[in-house]
């Protein structure tokens, strides 16, 4: 069973906007803290956000703050990451990561969803 499943990639012109949801099973993650990341052909995986189990706070990489907004539901297990203003440069697979261990490290991740922005 897949822990983590991300959902709502797709293709959008720039400037455009879209919902990925990452929908958690298995387990409950009410008490953990989770975060967005992507990967770009050819370029290493990118912390975008993150937002603590209860909801906040939540930290933001400086590439995408103030376009993106991360927020979970955590009666329905999910977490989610608004995309505004989308820019060719947003192309990538994105991925939803757990710390399931408190630490600091993001130990549990999905499978990815494809977002690919036309310029």
């Known amino acids: 069973q897949v822990p983590l499943v991300e959902s709502g990639g797709g293709l959008v012109q720039t400037g455009g906007s879209l919902r990925l949801s990452c929908a958690a099973s298995?387990?409950?993650?009410?008490?953990?803290?989770m975060a967005w990341f992507r990967q770009a052909p050819g370029k290493e995986r990118e912390f975008l956000a993150s937002?603590?189990?209860?909801?906040?706070?939540?930290y933001y990489a400086d590439s995408i703050e103030g376009r993106f907004t991360i927020s979970r539901d955590n009666a329905k297990n999910s977490v989610y990451l608004h995309m505004n203003m989308l820019k060719p440069e947003d192309t990538a697979v994105y991925y939803c990561?757990?710390?399931?261990?408190?630490?600091?490290?993001?130990?549990?991740w999905g499978q990815g969803t494809q977002v690919t922005v036309s310029s």
């Open positions: 990561a757990a710390d399931r261990g408190g630490d600091g490290s993001y130990d549990t």
């Open positions: 298995g387990r409950t993650y009410s008490s953990t803290n």
């Open positions: 937002v603590a189990w209860r909801g906040f706070p939540t």
